[in-house]
């Protein structure tokens, strides 16, 4: 028990978190002066894009790599919003871009969080009720905001802090054909399962079925069948405990200032937790999440309507999580 609060010596620049918690800061106070909310909160659920800025790499490799990771953003958001007219077909394309993004990711090697964001922010676009084409092109503009202005802040962040990066170019390995047929399978087996998580989310009639997939995504990302029955622990316990910290943040927070000053903390303390402990950053993803992606509702529902329902979606997710994270880390596959 004592190990599992143990934190993990990371090489990394401890500046980071500062960063990333700048980057959401930018486009939610924006959002906020402006007011203007939900250009705030679809801008910022855009900057978290910065948890992909790569520790080593040539000054060009890691804005290319960002920017490569900002249209990944736009991507999947604008394919989410556009197939969200009816659950059949939204599932069927949630599984083929779910399997699609794990390919890529495996492809260029990105480091962990690995595709988790990018099928968070598919599975959030997907799930809204289907708008008219004028609201798609405007949230896409807000979520394009969001990638450019954390592009801009790490951009002036490598400028400012160049001496102190690691600026060696990093060696392009190129995938065996063993490597590139595994992470093909790989994908068609995490495009399923994913898939199977949303649709059950909506079979269930569940008020966020996203958070299913989301769940179930965090779990599979697991590299054994017993690191994702850990993670899949350490998923629901975090959360429990996450949605117990939410709950009791929401009684108190009343204004739109108060949840976005909270959302900037958390992501600090997330960006800090999430390389050396998982565990227990779960306890502060939680209530991030739901600030991002809920911000519109927060004050007009009840904080124990949005505590029970994130937990139970969490349990079904985890549980879907663990069958896919088994099929795809078995060892029979894996020969």
Not at 26 to 42: A, E, R
Not at 218 to 226: C, Y
């Amino acid at each position: 028990m004592i190990e599992n609060l143990k934190l993990k010596k990371v090489n990394a620049p401890k500046d980071l978190p500062l960063l990333a918690s700048l980057s959401m800061a930018v486009p939610i106070l924006i959002g906020l002066l402006s007011n203007n909310l939900k250009l705030g909160m679809t801008a910022s659920l855009a900057a978290i894009l910065v948890v992909y800025f790569p520790l080593k790499g040539s000054f060009s490799e890691k804005i290319l790599m960002l920017m490569g990771c900002s249209f990944g953003f736009i991507s999947v958001y604008t394919i989410g919003l556009v197939f969200s007219f009816n659950t059949v077909v939204s599932v069927i394309v949630f599984g083929i871009t779910a399997g699609i993004i794990h390919w890529m990711v495996s492809h260029f090697k990105l480091k962990p969080p690995k595709d988790f964001f990018f099928v968070m922010i598919c599975s959030n676009a997907i799930s809204i009720p289907h708008q008219p084409i004028q609201k798609i092109a405007e949230n896409i503009g807000y979520m394009t905001f969001g990638t450019l202005s954390t592009c801009l802040v790490v951009f002036l962040y490598c400028f400012i802090v160049k001496k102190k990066l690691n600026l060696e170019k990093t060696l392009n390995i190129p995938h065996t054909p063993q490597e590139i047929r595994k992470s093909i399978i790989e994908a068609i087996i995490f495009g399923i399962f994913l898939s199977i998580a949303l649709g059950v989310g909506y079979f269930l009639n569940l008020t966020n079925p996203y958070w299913v997939a989301v769940a179930c995504i965090a779990v599979m990302q697991g590299n054994s069948t017993q690191h994702v029955f850990k993670r899949s622990v350490q998923r629901i316990v975090g959360t429990l405990i996450g949605v117990v910290f939410c709950w009791g943040i929401l009684l108190f927070a009343k204004n739109p200032w108060e949840i976005c000053m909270l959302i900037i903390i958390l992501q600090f303390i997330v960006e800090y937790l999430v390389p050396r402990n998982y565990g227990i950053a779960m306890i502060f993803i939680t209530p991030l999440t739901i600030f991002l992606s809920e911000a519109g509702t927060l004050f007009t529902k009840s904080p124990f309507l949005f505590a029970e329902g994130r937990l139970f979606n969490t349990i079904i997710g985890s549980l879907i999580g663990i069958i896919g994270g088994y099929v795809v880390y078995h060892e029979k596959f894996r020969e």
